[in-house]
């Protein structure tokens, strides 16, 4: 079983950066995919961005141009670099692992970290 460990999530006022991090406990590299999603209260879970196994990213159109993901797959860990904060960015942010067998997807998540930006 797979153990993903967010960190890097604080209070920030707007116009700032945080770098999230999402620890594996095992080898990330056969992950098909990881990603990072965010809920704020009174919403659904929705995906911030995501990078594949190629390392192709997708970004909402909400944080293009102000978030780049990456993946390390000698550290087993993912990143979430957030510049140009906004008081919307507010929220918990989780990370997700995506594993595809035999054409079913197993996917595996974070206990996530809060990210407060003040305005």
């Known amino acids: 079983q797979v153990q993903l460990v967010e960190s890097g999530g604080g209070l920030v006022q707007a116009g700032g950066s945080l770098r999230l991090s999402c620890a594996a406990s095992g080898s990330i590299s056969s992950f098909n995919a990881m990603g990072w999603y965010r809920q704020a209260p009174g919403n659904q879970r929705e995906l911030v961005a995501d990078?594949?196994?190629?390392?192709?990213?997708n970004y909402a159109d909400s944080v293009k141009g102000r978030f780049a993901i990456s993946r390390d797959n000698a550290k087993n860990t993912m990143y979430l670099q957030m510049n140009s904060l906004k008081p919307e960015d507010t929220a918990v942010y989780y990370c997700?692992?995506?594993?595809?067998?035999?054409?079913?997807?197993?996917?595996?998540w974070g206990q996530g970290t809060q990210v407060t930006v003040s305005s």
């Open positions: 990078i594949m196994i190629g390392l192709t990213t």
């Open positions: 997700r692992a995506r594993r595809i067998l035999r054409g079913n997807p197993y996917d595996y």
